[in-house]
């Protein structure tokens, strides 16, 4: 039976808490054209806090005060203080321009001067130049667990060495086809299947848990909505200013050369918007072998 909010003892959370629950809400539901069923915010939260509101509709919870919230969230200050972190490291790394991926530093997040944009992407772009050599291999030791094709791992390989010889602009434009190649493969009905905007893997990734996104949590949903609003977003006119400011490769920006994305920054993205592509599909073949 569903539980209603109405049958929950209710009592004023800790202060502090309601700004960092509409946070994490607007993060999650505001301005997204595309939240699937499995993208709601009992999967954004702790599991935790599943387990204290197991039954409670999402939909009544968006709905509740922020001033008001269920007696055992008190209990969860903790958990709710390390997703007001990880919001804040989600809102940075959009500011800055570079995706979330576990070869990030994310203790420069939380650095003194970490409020200005300007130097902190300066402070990773040095992190990844100064450590590329164990990153890459980070990157194609991740990759190589993926059930996608030989080529295709081959392909990633290849982008790795461009990225480590200098030749960045190279990146972007070899990896977005050969994600383009292997949906084709593994998603559809074959190689000329009409996918520019990879609708259908968007739709895969919008289904799957949030754990199987990137580093999960919000990270995770940070991921896909950055793929969803923008990596995939066609460029016309009016956005097209807005999307040559991002260091994160647009697809369509990147085929048509409109302008080309030539820097350190974007190369890595594309490779770790790669490896994130991969991951769907690997998670997606895995689920349907068991389903």
């Known amino acids: 039976m569903i539980k209603t909010l109405t049958s929950v003892n209710l009592v004023r959370p800790p202060a502090g808490t309601p700004a960092i629950i509409a946070g994490v809400a607007k993060s999650a539901f505001v301005g997204t054209k595309m939240v699937a069923p499995q993208l709601i915010l009992d999967r954004v939260l702790p599991g935790n806090f599943r387990s204290v509101f197991p039954a409670i509709p999402c939909a009544q919870l968006r709905a509740l005060p922020f001033g008001v919230w269920p007696r055992p ?4 200050a903790e958990s709710v203080t390390r997703v007001a972190v990880v919001q804040r490291h989600c809102e940075l790394l ?3 321009g570079w995706l979330p991926h576990k070869s990030f530093p994310f203790d420069l997040l939380d650095s ?3 409020d200005d944009a300007e130097e902190l992407s ?4 040095n992190y990844y130049a100064s450590n590329w050599d164990s990153i890459r291999e980070t990157f194609q030791d991740q990759v190589a667990q993926y059930d996608v094709d030989s080529e295709a791992k081959e392909v990633f390989r290849q982008a790795l060495v461009a990225h480590a010889a200098g030749l960045f602009a190279l ?3 070899s990896l977005f086809p050969e994600i383009e190649r292997v949906a084709r493969l593994e998603l559809h009905s074959g190689p000329r299947a009409k996918i520019t905007n990879q609708k259908r893997l968007r739709e895969i990734a919008g289904e799957l848990p949030i754990s199987e996104l990137g580093l999960g949590g919000l990270y995770g949903f940070a991921f896909y909505r950055k793929m969803d609003e923008h990596v995939y977003e ?3 006119d009016t956005n097209l200013p ?3 400011q991002d260091p994160v490769p647009n697809r369509h920006a990147t085929i048509h050369g409109y302008f ?3 820097s350190a920054q974007s190369s890595v993205n594309a490779i770790i918007l790669t490896e994130f592509a991969f991951q769907i599909i690997d998670a997606h073949k895995r689920a349907s072998k068991s389903a």
């Open 260 to 262: 080309g994305y030539s």
């Open 73 to 76: 969230f008190i209990h969860l």
């Open 242 to 244: 807005k999307i040559r």
């Open 171 to 173: 990146v972007p434009r």
């Open 112 to 114: 003194p001067g970490s």
């Open 94 to 96: 959009d500011a800055i």
């Open 122 to 125: 300066a402070l990773v772009s």
């Open 234 to 236: 066609c460029v016309v």
